[in-house]
C-alpha cells in the first residue's frame, strides 16, 4: 500500500468523517487499468473526466486488448465461441455495435483520453517488466481497475505502493465473480448495483468503499449494463473521496457467498427463456 495514504487514508473507523477532504493536501494521483472494452467505455471516461473533482489527477491509463469474459485465443477462436454461446444473430448485433463505435471518433476511448491530455499505452500484461516501468513513472497514489476482467496478479498487489481499487457491477459480496449483471437478469432480480472495494488476493474480496444500488428497468443486458456502468462513475468519486477524507472501508463479509463463474450455454438458454434480452 502506498505510504503517504497508509497512515490516514485507511484508519481504524474513529470519529466523524470531515464534510470536505483538506485544501491543503496534494492532488491524489489516479491510475486506471481497462481493457480496450468497445461498448460503453468511452462514455465512462467521458463522465469520468466531467464530474471528477479538482483534486483528483488522473495521471495514465493502462489498456489491454479487450477480451470476452472466459475467452482467449485467436480471432477466429473467439468468433466460434461467442457465436456458439451467445447465438449468431447476438453476435451480430454485437458487432455492429463494435463496428458503429469504431467509425464514431466519440466512441473511441483513445479520442477520449486525448481530448483531455491523458496518455494512454497498450500493454500485454500487468506482470510484464513494461507495465512495471509505467508504474514507477506515474507514481501513482490510487490504481483502479474499470471494466477489467482480468485477475491482477497478487505479487503486484503486494508490492505496490498504492492503493488497488476494483469496480465491480454488483452488489458484494452477492454474485462475486466475472459476469454479475448476467446474473441479476438471469436470476430475476429486482436490483443491481455498483461496489468499489479494496483489492486482495482473493477476487471481490476486498473491504467495500463504496456501494449504490439501482432498479433493474429493462431486462436487457446491454442497456442494464450501460446504466451501471455510467453510475459506476459516482460510486468511484464517492470511493476515491472516502478514501481521501480518511473514511474506513467497511468489512467485505461471506466471501464464500454467491460466487457465480461464466455462464455456460444452458443458463444462456435459461436466461432467454425468462424473457431477457442481450440487446
Known amino acids: 500500500m502506498n505510504e503517504r495514504l497508509a497512515a490516514e487514508q485507511l484508519p481504524?473507523?474513529?470519529?466523524?468523517?470531515?464534510?470536505?477532504p483538506r485544501r491543503d493536501k496534494p492532488p491524489l494521483r489516479l491510475m486506471i487499468v481497462t481493457e480496450d472494452e468497445p461498448f460503453h467505455l468511452a462514455e465512462t471516461?467521458?463522465?469520468?473526466?466531467?464530474?471528477?473533482?479538482?483534486w483528483l489527477?488522473?495521471?495514465?491509463?493502462?489498456?489491454?486488448?479487450?477480451?470476452?469474459?472466459?475467452i482467449r485465443g485467436s480471432r477466429l477462436t473467439l468468433l466460434r465461441a461467442l457465436g456458439t454461446r451467445y447465438g449468431m444473430s447476438n453476435l451480430l448485433r454485437a458487432a455492429a455495435v463494435v463496428v458503429g463505435n469504431r467509425l464514431r471518433p466519440r466512441?473511441?476511448?483513445?479520442?477520449?483520453?486525448?481530448?483531455?491530455?491523458?496518455?494512454?499505452n497498450g500493454f500485454h500484461h500487468l506482470d510484464s517488466e513494461a507495465f512495471?516501468?509505467?508504474?514507477?513513472?506515474?507514481?501513482?497514489?490510487?490504481?483502479?481497475?474499470?471494466?477489467?476482467?482480468?485477475?491482477?496478479?497478487p505479487v503486484l498487489l503486494?508490492?505496490?505502493?498504492?492503493?488497488?481499487?476494483?469496480?465491480?457491477?454488483?452488489?458484494?459480496?452477492?454474485?462475486?465473480?466475472?459476469?454479475?449483471?448476467f446474473w441479476a437478469l438471469h436470476d430475476g432480480e429486482r436490483e443491481s448495483g455498483v461496489t468499489v472495494h479494496l483489492m486482495t488476493?482473493?477476487?471481490?474480496?476486498?473491504a467495500i468503499l463504496a456501494q449504490r444500488k439501482r432498479a433493474i428497468g429493462e431486462r436487457r443486458l446491454a442497456a442494464e449494463h450501460r446504466a451501471l456502468r455510467l453510475l459506476s462513475v459516482d460510486v468511484l468519486v464517492d470511493a476515491l473521496t472516502r478514501l481521501r477524507k480518511g473514511a474506513a472501508p467497511s468489512h467485505n463479509p461471506d466471501l464464500a457467498a454467491r460466487w457465480r463463474g461464466v455462464p455456460e450455454t444452458?443458463?444462456?438458454?435459461?436466461f432467454l427463456a425468462r424473457g431477457n434480452r442481450f440487446f
Open 107 to 120: 466512441r473511441r476511448l483513445g479520442t477520449v483520453l486525448r481530448q483531455r491530455g491523458v496518455a494512454a
Open 132 to 153: 512495471a516501468a509505467e508504474m514507477t513513472r506515474l507514481d501513482p497514489d490510487v490504481v483502479v481497475t474499470i471494466a477489467f476482467n482480468r485477475i491482477v496478479p
Open 57 to 70: 489527477d488522473v495521471v495514465g491509463v493502462a489498456v489491454l486488448a479487450f477480451a470476452p469474459v472466459g
Open 201 to 206: 488476493d482473493e477476487v471481490d474480496g476486498g
Open 12 to 20: 481504524a473507523a474513529a470519529g466523524p468523517v470531515p464534510d470536505e
Open 158 to 181: 503486494e508490492k505496490s505502493r498504492a492503493v488497488w481499487m476494483n469496480v465491480h457491477l454488483g452488489l458484494l459480496p452477492h454474485n462475486r465473480g466475472p459476469a454479475p449483471v
Open 45 to 54: 471516461f467521458e463522465k469520468l473526466f466531467a464530474v471528477s473533482p479538482r
Open 266 to 270: 444452458s443458463h444462456i438458454a435459461a
